[in-house]
């Protein structure tokens, strides 16, 4: 695992920031445990379709330029840059947590969402193995489970996710925002290629696993084009759903992507941020449910009708848009012009673990 240069924009819940003299110092890999003393998060968000999620990891080292995860780091007092992608927070108790949370009386089995945040396949789980922990414990108490990821390393748990499959009680969605392998390459550096993408959703179809693939993020001016060729790459390798989400940038989410995108394309920079800012109301973030996830305008407009044309063309059912999966509430509209600020945190013990 390489080093990189520490890059973290300023922290707007931090009342010091560091600017280095000279070539950033590297960023190694660390890892600290999360002694939290519960795993389910429940979502009240009315333009996310799913109420409970779990998720092992805080951080991610895949390092996507867009991910809207990265401001939550900072509620850690860490950056969201680099920080985000080499400082990966685990929570090593999480299949235990998940079983105590299963057991009580109250639970009524809904679907669990893994990958709410942060990639829960990403490739620390390779070594924790806290996400096949949770896994197993929805199969023994069959509970209804649903996971978003974009890692091959989904495969290895097949024998456990065909124990849920029997039950009608897993489904898949793979994210599949490029087909252009070096574009995948810069703007979301840890990731498998799109090929190998593509390979993990043939391979989990042919265990018997419904997949749906979410084109996420659409970037305005960039990505918008290759909505064609997606789709029907996704639907040869026997997706049966196809969503697509608008590139959201809030908070910190901004300067990272601008960053990364003028250092890999310099001479369509521009041209790319005014799309977004276009689909965003003269802004490069929207965080007004109803419209957060979708974008507005012709341009969006545009890109919706070709999405939707062509999953047609391909057989692909159309996810439902993340603003029609439930009414909007006052309430929570309004609360959507303060999205970006911190919850009240809970004290919470992170020691670095040695390992």
């Not at 947590?97 to 669990?112: F, G, V």
């Not at 039950?167 to 490029?178: H, N």
């Not at 959703?201 to 064609?228: F, H, K, W, Y």
């Not at 989410?253 to 109301?281: I, N, S, T, W, Y």
Request: proline share 8%.
């Amino acid at each position: 695992m390489r080093p990189i240069p520490t890059r973290n924009p300023r922290s707007p819940w931090e009342s010091t920031h560091v600017e280095y003299l000279g070539e950033p110092p590297p960023t190694p890999l660390d890892v600290f445990e999360d002694e939290t003393k519960s795993i389910l998060s429940e979502n009240d968000s009315p333009d996310v379709g799913f109420r409970w999620s779990v998720n092992p990891y805080r951080g991610c080292y895949h390092g996507c330029a867009y991910c809207y995860a990265r401001p939550s780091h900072e509620y850690l007092g860490f950056g969201s840059g680099t920080d985000f992608e080499r400082k990966i927070v685990i929570k090593r108790r999480a299949p235990e947590l998940l079983r105590a949370a299963l057991a009580r009386r109250s639970w009524k089995k809904e679907t669990i969402v893994f990958s709410g945040n942060t990639d829960c396949y990403q490739p620390l789980e390779a070594t924790y193995r806290l996400t096949r922990g949770c896994l197993e414990a929805c199969a023994d108490f069959g509970n209804p489970c649903h996971v978003i990821t974009k890692a091959p390393l989904i495969e290895r748990d097949l024998d456990v996710l065909s124990r849920l499959v029997e039950k009608g009680l897993f489904g898949a969605t793979i994210s599949v925002p490029f087909l252009d392998e070096r574009m995948a390459r810069v703007l979301e550096p840890g990731v498998a290629t799109p090929s190998r993408r593509l390979l993990t959703i043939e391979r989990l179809v042919q265990a018997g696993i419904r997949v749906s693939v979410n084109v996420a993020p659409v970037i305005p001016g960039l990505t918008d084009r290759d909505i064609p060729k997606i789709l029907a790459a996704v639907a040869r390798a026997g997706a049966s759903s196809a969503g697509m989400t608008m590139l959201r940038l809030p908070g910190s989410v901004a300067e990272v992507f601008e960053q990364r995108l003028r250092a890999a394309f310099p001479l369509a920079a521009d041209k790319v941020l005014a799309r977004v800012r276009e689909v965003r109301g003269g802004r490069l973030n929207d965080p007004a449910f109803g419209s957060r996830m979708r974008g507005e305008g012709e341009y969006a407009d545009a890109i919706h009708r070709l999405f939707d044309s062509t999953a047609r063309r391909f057989g692909l059912a159309r996810e439902p848009r993340d603003q029609e999966r439930a009414p909007l509430d006052p309430r929570l509209e309004a609360r959507a012009e303060t999205e970006t600020k911190p919850p009240v945190p809970q004290k919470r013990q992170l020691s670095l673990f040695r390992g």
